[in-house]
């Protein structure tokens, strides 16, 4: 049981470039959701996904597109990579968060650590 | 919308002392508050959490605090050890479930010197 997994690790990017990050759950969670750290910044949730074939923006979305592949699968997408996106991003998972009556922590990836120049 | 304010940024303290962690929130509606760890290079993990229908909780030697009047909740740490050293995150939200709108504090970097 990996729980969520993130790849890559490192990506370094030049200015305009584009990549996809991707993430994956085994945990049979319905909710994921992209965050990106910076110093001194916190977790900012950039969007998330309900469930399968639902998205929605965070709080910093501007730059960036998901997508639900399937059930397991939830990747990040930069069209065109700016200095500004350099980041460490964190995928995570949780329960059905809407319809439970229960607690429905995050868990996170091991994150990515984007550096774009 | 929410905003939830953390302090300190950083706290250094002697292996044995106690640590403590405050948050301030904006939003008197939010009811759910936790907390999170983060090791060095390592993913944030849960390690406690506690909602607006309960003042105080433990958990061996970390309990969380919560004064609704006054809008803030406090992390505190007792008897740390050297593997308590982290980032430590608070966040805040409506609901337990409302995981959408959870809102991080900016963290602090506890270390424990031996």
């Known amino acids: 049981n990996a729980g969520v997994t993130q790849t890559p690790k490192f990506q370094v990017l030049k200015t305009g470039q584009s990549m996809t990050l991707q993430c994956a759950q085994d945990m049979n969670h319905n909710s994921m959701y992209w965050y990106r750290q910076d110093p001194g910044m916190g977790l900012r949730l950039i969007y998330y996904s309900a469930s399968e074939g639902t998205t929605d923006k965070g709080e910093v979305p501007n730059g960036y597109n998901v997508s639900r592949l399937n059930k397991r699968e939830f990747s990040l997408r930069l069209e065109s990579a700016a200095p500004s996106q350099t980041s460490v991003y964190f995928c995570?998972?949780?329960?059905?968060?809407?319809?439970?009556?229960?607690?429905?922590?995050?868990?996170f990836g091991n994150g990515t650590r984007l550096t774009v120049t | 919308g929410e905003n939830v304010e953390q302090h300190p940024s950083t706290l250094s303290v002697q292996e044995g002392d106690s640590a403590v962690i405050k948050c301030t929130y904006s939003?008197?509606?939010?009811?759910?508050f936790p907390w999170y760890k983060q090791e060095l290079g390592k993913r944030p993990q849960l390690i406690i959490d506690i909602r607006s229908n309960v003042g105080e909780k433990k958990d061996q030697r970390i309990a969380v605090t919560l004064n609704k009047t006054a809008k803030h909740f406090s992390l505190h740490i007792t008897e740390t050890q050297p593997e308590d050293s982290a980032v430590y995150f608070c966040a805040a939200s409506r609901e337990p479930l409302d995981t959408d709108k959870l809102i991080f504090g900016t963290g602090t970097r506890l270390q424990v010197f031996p």
């Open positions: 939003d008197s509606a939010s009811n759910y």
């Open positions: 995570a998972s949780s329960e059905d968060g809407y319809r439970s009556s229960y607690n429905s922590p995050l868990h």
